[in-house]
C-alpha cells in the first residue's frame, strides 16, 4: 500500500501566496520597483523590501498626470515601510501621440516610466524592474502590458498569482494604511480617448476631484466631456449627492473649475468606464 499522501487540489491559501511572493522576490537578488502609492504597489514595495533590504528600491515618477495630492502620500507610504526611494520628474505628456489620446495612450504612459526606471536600475545594479500589476488588471484594455512586456519588466504579484482581493487582504494583515484605499488611475484616464490632454485641464479635473475629496466621497472620478463634468460616485455614496449644502458644493466646485454643466452618471462609478467607447470608434 502506498505511503504517499493524496494530491491537494485546494487553492492556494493568502499565507502561501505570500510565501511564494516572497521566494519569487527573493530570487531577483535585487529590484527596482516602480511605486506609485496605490494599493499594488505598496504592497509589492513593502514586502520586497521585508526580503531584499537595501537592495530594493522604489521609483515614483511625476509629472502633471499624477494627482497632486498622490506625489506626497507615495513618499509617506515610502518612508513608513522604511523603503529607500527616488522620486523623478516624468514627460510622458510631451511623448509623441501622448497628447492626442490615443486608444493605446497608456502604451505610452508605461513606455516612459520604464524608460526611466530600466536604465536607472541598470546603473545602481539593480537585477529587475518590478510593477504592481495584479491578475484582475490582465482582463481589461491594458496596452500599458504591451509596454511591459517589450521592455522586460517583471509582474511578481501576477507570478504569484495575487487578485486585487487578496492584495488588499495582505495589505491588512501587514498594516499597510492603503489596504482600502480608493481605486487609483492616471488623470489622463479621465478624458474620452481623442480628446486631447492639456496640463491646464488635468489641473482641472484634479483639483475638482480633490474638491470632492474633501466633502467626504472617496471613490469617485471627474469624467471630462468639454463643457460637461460627468461624475462617477460610488453607489452607496450617492445620496449624498443631492443632500442639502452638497449638491450647492459640487455645482460650486464645478464652476470654480471652468465647467458649464456637471452631470452624475446613475451607474456610478467603474474604474476605466470609457474603455467601453473603444468597441463604437470607427476603425
Known amino acids: 500500500m502506498s505511503s504517499a499522501l493524496p494530491h491537494s487540489t485546494a487553492a492556494p491559501t493568502l499565507a502561501e501566496k505570500h510565501a511564494q511572493l516572497r521566494a519569487i522576490l527573493?530570487?531577483?537578488?535585487?529590484?527596482l520597483v516602480c511605486f506609485s502609492g496605490g494599493v499594488d504597489s505598496t504592497l509589492l514595495?513593502?514586502?520586497?523590501h521585508d526580503v531584499l533590504g537595501d537592495r530594493c528600491l522604489g521609483l515614483t515618477t511625476v509629472s502633471v498626470t499624477m494627482a497632486v495630492s498622490e506625489r506626497q502620500a507615495a513618499v509617506d507610504l515610502a518612508k513608513l515601510i522604511g523603503a529607500s526611494l527616488e522620486v523623478v520628474e516624468s514627460k510622458e505628456l510631451e511623448r509623441p501621440g501622448f497628447a492626442e489620446n490615443p486608444t493605446n495612450r497608456c502604451y505610452h504612459c508605461k513606455a516612459e516610466l520604464l524608460e526611466i526606471a530600466g536604465p536607472r536600475a541598470a546603473e545602481l545594479g539593480l537585477a529587475e524592474v518590478l510593477l504592481g500589476t495584479n491578475l484582475d488588471d490582465l482582463g481589461d484594455h491594458r496596452p500599458g502590458l504591451a509596454a511591459a512586456d517589450?521592455?522586460?519588466a517583471r509582474q511578481p504579484l501576477v507570478d504569484a498569482g495575487f487578485s486585487k482581493a487578496e492584495v488588499r487582504a495582505l495589505s491588512r494583515e501587514l498594516g499597510l494604511p492603503t489596504w482600502n484605499k480608493p481605486q487609483l488611475a492616471c488623470l489622463s484616464s479621465r478624458f474620452p480617448y481623442g480628446t486631447e490632454i492639456t496640463p491646464e485641464r488635468l489641473r482641472r479635473?484634479?483639483?475638482f476631484e480633490d474638491g470632492l475629496r474633501t466633502l467626504g466621497f472617496r471613490q469617485l472620478r471627474v469624467r471630462y466631456h468639454g463643457e460637461v463634468a460627468r461624475l462617477e460616485i460610488d453607489l452607496a455614496d450617492m445620496p449624498r449627492v443631492l443632500e442639502p449644502g452638497v449638491r450647492e458644493s459640487i455645482v460650486a466646485l464645478s464652476r470654480a473649475q471652468g465647467f458649464t454643466?456637471?452631470?452624475?452618471?446613475?451607474?456610478?462609478?467603474?474604474?476605466?468606464?470609457?474603455?467601453?467607447?473603444?468597441?463604437l470608434r470607427p476603425r
Open 205 to 207: 479635473v484634479d483639483a
Open 261 to 279: 454643466f456637471v452631470a452624475l452618471d446613475l451607474a456610478g462609478f467603474s474604474s476605466g468606464s470609457l474603455n467601453q467607447l473603444i468597441a
Open 26 to 31: 527573493g530570487g531577483y537578488g535585487s529590484a
Open 45 to 48: 514595495l513593502r514586502v520586497a
Open 150 to 152: 517589450e521592455r522586460g
